[in-house]
C-alpha cells in the first residue's frame, strides 16, 4: 500500500496546510527532485532551492505531497506512487492521477480537517459556506481553545477549498462555488481503474486482511470510495459492472453476495499503473 500516516498513536493533524494552498506547480518541482536525487535522504534546503519558496511555505508542501502519498515522510524521497506519477504525469494533469490523490488524502482520519470535510461535512450539507464548515469544527474548542479553532481551522479549510476551487483539484469538478457557497457534485466522471485503486486503498488501510469488501460497505463507509468520491449506488455499480472483467477484479453479486475481490493482491500504485498503461495503449 503506499505509505502514509496511519498510526492510531498519532494525534489527527489540524496544521496541514497553515494557510498554504496545495500549489500544483510547486508540487510537481518537489516530486521531480524527490524522484530525481539519488540520496536516501534529501535535505530540505536542496529541495528550497529547487522549488525556490521559502523554507516554511516548502515545509508544508513537502507536507501535503506526504499527505498525498508521493513522498516519504522523513526522507522526502518518491515513494512507489511518487515514481509513478512523475514517469506518467509529471505535472498532474491527468484526471485519474487527481481523483486518486483526492482519496488519499480525504480518506485519512489523520489530517482532521480535509477528511472531516470530505468525509462528513460536506456530505450532509451539500452546500455550505465557510463559516458553516468552520462550526461543525467547533468540538475541538476543548482541545485547542477557541481562537484557535477560529484562526487554524479556518486557515486550513481555506487551504482546502482552494485546492478545489482554484488549484488542480478544481479539473474533478468535485465541488463548485456561487456566491460564497460551496456547492457538492454527484457521480463525477470517475475512470474504473483509479476506482480500483481507491478500493484497493480502502481495504488495505481499514480492511487489512479481508479477502473480499462489501458493495454496501463501499458506500456508505465514511472512508469508503462512495462517499469520499460522491459515488451513487447506481454510478458505483455501473462503475464495478465494467471493472468485472479485468484481471484481478472480481464482482461477486449471485446469491446471498454483494460484494468485490480484489483477486490477485495488487496493491494501489499496481492498480494506478494499469490505469496509466491503458490510458496510453
Known amino acids: 500500500m503506499t505509505q502514509v500516516p496511519m498510526n492510531g498513536s498519532l494525534k489527527p493533524k489540524i496544521h496541514l496546510c497553515n494557510g498554504y494552498v496545495a500549489n500544483f506547480t510547486s508540487l510537481a518541482r518537489i516530486l521531480k527532485v524527490a524522484c530525481q536525487d539519488s540520496r536516501k535522504l534529501i535535505p530540505q534546503v536542496d529541495l528550497i532551492a529547487s522549488v525556490g519558496l521559502t523554507e516554511k511555505h516548502v515545509k508544508y508542501l513537502c507536507g501535503i505531497a506526504q499527505a498525498f502519498g508521493v513522498i516519504e515522510q522523513r526522507t522526502c524521497k518518491a515513494t512507489l506512487l511518487g515514481q509513478l506519477v512523475y514517469k506518467y504525469d509529471p505535472f498532474f494533469d491527468d484526471v485519474g492521477t487527481l481523483w486518486f490523490l483526492h482519496y488519499m488524502i480525504s480518506s485519512n482520519p489523520y489530517h482532521l480537517v480535509w477528511h472531516r470535510l470530505v468525509t462528513s461535512v460536506l456530505p450532509a450539507h451539500k452546500c455550505i459556506t465557510l463559516e458553516q464548515a468552520s462550526a461543525a469544527f467547533d468540538d475541538l474548542r476543548q482541545i485547542i481553545g477557541r481562537q484557535s479553532i477560529h484562526k487554524h481551522v479556518l486557515n486550513e479549510l481555506n487551504s482546502t477549498f482552494d485546492a478545489y476551487i482554484n488549484q488542480h483539484f478544481a479539473h ?77 477484479f472480481s464482482l461477486e453479486s449471485r446469491a446471498d453476495l454483494d460484494q ?15 490505469y496509466y498503461v491503458n490510458v496510453r495503449a
Open 260 to 274: 468485490v475481490r480484489l483477486t490477485d493482491n495488487t496493491p494501489d500504485y499496481g492498480w494506478m499503473e494499469r
Open 172 to 248: 474533478l469538478d468535485y465541488l463548485r462555488l456561487d456566491d460564497a457557497t460551496y456547492i457538492l457534485n454527484k457521480n463525477p466522471s470517475m475512470p474504473p481503474l483509479v476506482l480500483s485503486a481507491c478500493i484497493a486503498c480502502f481495504r488495505d488501510r481499514h480492511r487489512p486482511g479481508d479477502t473480499a469488501i462489501s458493495v454496501p460497505d463501499l458506500l456508505v463507509n465514511p472512508n469508503g470510495p462512495g462517499i469520499v468520491l460522491q459515488l451513487e449506488e447506481s454510478r458505483l455499480r455501473a462503475l464495478l459492472e465494467q471493472l468485472k472483467m479485468v484481471p484481478g
